[in-house]
């Protein structure tokens, strides 16, 4: 069974950095695209960035460029998000999803609030 | 980036109904759409992606149609546990865009 779980979320304060982890099992972790996707509260989706299976190639929206770092640990089935400057406007919940193209399995989700 | 414009916001609708929801991008993507149910407190689930192919295991009252930057999203008889909100999403290139959701509700 195709499973992802993320972690890492929690309380940071403006200007203040998180990494969020995503655990990956029941499926060949290091031949798929990984997708980040977040949804601020009662909002919709917003893709935030994606990294190649190999890990040679990551792509950030212009929200998060400069600030958000996308990286994965393929012997450890593990998709991370460096968050560093955290702004208020990057509370959200955030999401892995396997990147098939479609994004077509997500985990849970885990919460970042940034708060002053 | 590519925008995607989707409508209605808000679809009220009564169990039995056929409904459709549209997608708009600002160029064309080819077929490269995918759409996306999303019940309260729980994650997105894909139920249509190439425009047209339903993921395995999604009823097959969803459908989807489409190419180049138009798309609709057709559910063919409401049931009780389609209530919920769609997100139309492009991936023909990085930044993945998606639609601003449409909300069904019941009537």
């Known amino acids: 069974e195709v499973q992802l779980l993320e972690s890492g979320g929690g309380l940071v304060q403006p200007g203040g950095s998180l990494r969020l982890s995503c655990a990956a099992s029941?499926?060949?972790?290091?031949?798929?695209?990984m997708s980040w996707v977040r949804q601020a509260p009662g909002k919709g989706l917003e893709w935030v960035s994606a990294?190649?299976?190999?890990?040679?190639?990551?792509f950030y929206a212009d929200s998060v460029k400069g600030r958000f770092t996308i990286s994965r640990d393929n012997s450890k089935n593990t998709l991370y998000l460096q968050m560093n400057n955290l702004r208020a406007e990057d509370t959200a919940l955030y999401y892995c999803?396997?990147?098939?193209?479609?994004?077509?399995?997500w985990g849970q989700g885990t919460k970042v609030t940034v708060f002053s | 980036d590519i925008q995607m414009t989707q409508s209605p916001s808000t679809l009220s609708a009564s169990v039995g109904d056929r409904v459709t929801i549209t997608c708009r991008a600002s160029?064309?993507?080819?077929?490269?759409l995918a759409w996306y149910q999303q019940k309260p407190g729980k994650a997105p689930k894909l139920l249509i992606y190439?425009?047209?192919t339903l993921e395995s295991g999604v009823p097959s009252r969803f459908s989807g149609s489409g190419s180049g930057t138009d798309f609709t999203l057709t559910i063919s008889s409401l049931q009780p546990d389609d209530f919920a909100t769609y997100y139309c999403?492009?991936?023909?290139?990085?930044?993945?865009?998606f639609g601003l959701g449409t909300k069904l509700e019941i009537k």
């Open positions: 999803a396997k990147d098939n193209d479609a994004l077509d399995m």
């Open positions: 029941g499926f060949t972790f290091r031949t798929y695209a």
């Open positions: 990294i190649r299976g190999s890990g040679d190639l990551t």
């Open positions: 160029h064309s993507i080819s077929s490269w």
């Open positions: 190439k425009a047209s």
């Open positions: 999403q492009q991936y023909h290139s990085y930044s993945y865009t």
